[in-house]
């Protein structure tokens, strides 16, 4: 009786499972285009339009550079950072960019998937040496959570932790104030924005070493002032990792 059960409730499952499918077929992440069989995945033709970074590469926040004899980005120089190094996937460009907007605003939290093959299939080997204790999604304003509904890199933490067996903590960052968006900021006031924007739980901290993670890293003020809150509560270790990073200006 109780086999009989089992199967059927598999049975039911896997009829679910083909109703999804019809109703909300497996997608390339970057183009869209409906994909026959399988899983949600980065089609082929995508696959060969994305940019990786390429040496030479910032020798701390993993952006690529032009000039070969420098160890650093611009960013990094004019900003020395205290995270110890930092690890993207991908280069913040098409089709990338455009499937980011998607993910970050359009409900597509189930890209996260996708993106976190991507950083594991470049930086996977590097983040398991690592061993951070903790994966730590930069949080959004409590605002912006109601409006979008998830934040799109707790949901990208969330799977990299599944496929990594790290586990992520979500509570010990927080956004105090709800930040103009960086994108209309000079640099300088971007800094000014961000500071004093986000405090850790510091009850919470018995962490050594831990992992931010974020969606696009461009000058780095974001995961700057992340740094500065987690070490401030006592993480002796900040790396992070991302789906993309910005070109050298
Ligand atoms: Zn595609
Ligand atoms: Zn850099």
Redesign the pocket.
């Known amino acids: 009786m109780i086999k009989t059960n089992l199967k059927f409730k598999k049975a039911v499952k896997r009829i679910f499972e083909k109703i999804k499918q019809l109703l909300y077929p497996p997608?390339?992440?970057?183009?869209?285009?409906v994909l026959l069989g399988g899983k949600t995945r980065?089609?082929?033709?995508?696959?060969k339009k994305i940019s990786y970074p390429t040496e030479p590469l910032c020798l701390k926040c993993g952006k690529e550079i032009d000039d070969t004899e420098a160890e650093y980005c611009r960013d990094c120089l004019d900003k020395p950072k205290s995270f110890v190094k930092g690890f993207p996937a991908m280069v913040y460009k098409e089709?990338v960019r455009r499937s980011i907007v998607k993910f970050k605003y359009q409900n597509r939290s189930s890209y996260a998937d996708c993106f976190a093959q991507e950083i594991i299939k470049t930086h996977g080997r590097e983040i398991l040496d690592i061993s951070p204790d903790v994966l730590i999604p930069v949080p959004v304003h409590k605002k912006k959570l109601e409006k979008r509904g998830y934040n799109q890199a707790e949901v990208l933490a969330k799977s990299l932790g599944n496929y990594l067996n790290i586990p992520v903590d979500s509570e010990i960052l927080k956004r105090t104030v709800n930040t103009i968006p960086q994108k209309l900021l000079s640099d300088e006031e971007r800094q000014k924005n961000l500071e004093k924007a986000f405090i850790s739980n510091k009850k919470q901290v018995q962490y050594r070493c831990a992992m931010l993670v974020d969606d696009i890293y461009t000058t780095g003020a974001t995961v700057e002032s992340c740094t500065k809150a987690l070490k401030s509560a006592g993480i002796r270790e900040v790396y992070y990792t991302g789906i993309c990073i910005g070109r050298d200006k």
């Open positions: 997608v390339c992440p970057l183009c869209e285009e980065i089609c082929d033709d995508c696959r089709p």
